[in-house]
């Protein structure tokens, strides 16, 4: 199969772009509409945010010896610039962890829940007209390949985040142009990662619904933001995440050109 050629753009790259947001929105609407689902959905990203809640509060309690570590060159400087380096130092630490605490919550949370947002992907797949080529995959080699494939994921974007971090002494660049990039970054991250559920249902590896995604990045790129967004803000992971999945299976289904309207 030619994935590339599978999703095609039929308008410009900012009307995708915001068409993607708004299948989070969507996804929000199928989720609430299911209330057994919304309970099963939260147990897992609870579980998983009391966990990075705890490491983000540790990070930040030890920012400062960090930002110290990483600016040894500081050592000897005035007071002031010293202070000045070691704020800008501690506010990339505090990024680049966000950044990658964002990623690896979502990987962590989907290994934990993986049956839970099984469930919500193929309740909302029914609701569409089913899976077309769904294959049985059984819930150990599932949960292996998922977890394979969010190391993998994980290990990719941490790649990419050491480059972020560094740019973040930056001035200026550092504190406006570094996290655009990083929610762009991290966008693509999730909307890869959260797909993989529909994709596994239709017997479809990581390279394959990478590719797909990329024939129309524009409106995985929305969609991943706009995720990345809502994670950002406090507890947002925890409320935002099942609907999240609710919103990839759309995104999924749209990059296959399987209809995403009820009916």
């Given at each position: 199969m030619d994935v590339t050629s599978v999703a095609r753009p039929v308008t410009g790259a900012a009307g995708r772009f915001f068409a993607g947001a708004?299948?989070?929105?969507?996804?929000?609407?199928?989720?609430?509409?299911?209330?057994?689902l919304m309970l099963?959905?939260?147990?897992?990203?609870?579980?998983?945010?009391?966990?990075?809640?705890?490491?983000?509060?540790?990070l930040a309690w030890f920012v400062d010896d960090l930002a110290a570590l990483v600016t040894p060159f500081a050592d000897?400087?005035?007071?002031?610039?010293r202070a000045v380096v070691r704020v800008v130092a501690g506010l990339a630490i505090l990024g680049l962890g966000g950044l990658l605490g964002v990623l690896t919550f979502t990987a962590v949370t989907l290994v934990i829940g993986d049956p839970f947002y099984e469930a919500i992907s193929e309740r909302?797949?029914?609701?569409?007209?089913?899976?077309?080529?769904?294959?049985?995959v059984p819930f150990w080699s599932s949960l292996r390949?998922?977890?394979?494939?969010?190391v993998r994921?994980?290990?990719?974007?941490?790649?990419?985040?050491?480059?972020?971090?560094?740019?973040?002494?930056?001035?200026?660049?550092?504190?406006?142009?570094v996290p655009v990039i990083g929610a762009a970054v991290g966008g693509w991250f999730l909307a890869v990662e959260l797909v993989g559920a529909p994709f596994y249902r239709r017997g479809m590896r990581l390279p394959e619904r990478r590719e797909l995604l990329k024939a129309d990045r524009p409106t995985a790129l929305g969609f991943g933001v706009a995720v990345f967004l809502c994670f950002l803000v406090p507890l947002g992971a925890v409320l935002v995440m099942p609907a999240a999945v609710a919103g990839a299976t759309l995104l999924a289904r749209r990059t296959l050109g399987q209809s995403i309207e009820e009916g």
């Open positions: 708004g299948l989070l929105l969507r996804g929000i609407g199928l989720y609430v509409r299911s209330p057994k099963l959905g939260i147990v897992p990203a609870l579980i998983s945010g009391a966990l990075f809640l705890t490491a983000f509060v540790v000897d400087w005035s007071a002031t610039w909302v797949e029914e609701r569409l007209g089913g899976t077309p080529g769904a294959v049985d390949r998922s977890l394979a494939d969010s994921l994980v290990a990719l974007s941490a790649l990419v985040g050491i480059p972020l971090f560094l740019a973040g002494f930056i001035p200026v660049v550092g504190q406006i142009v």
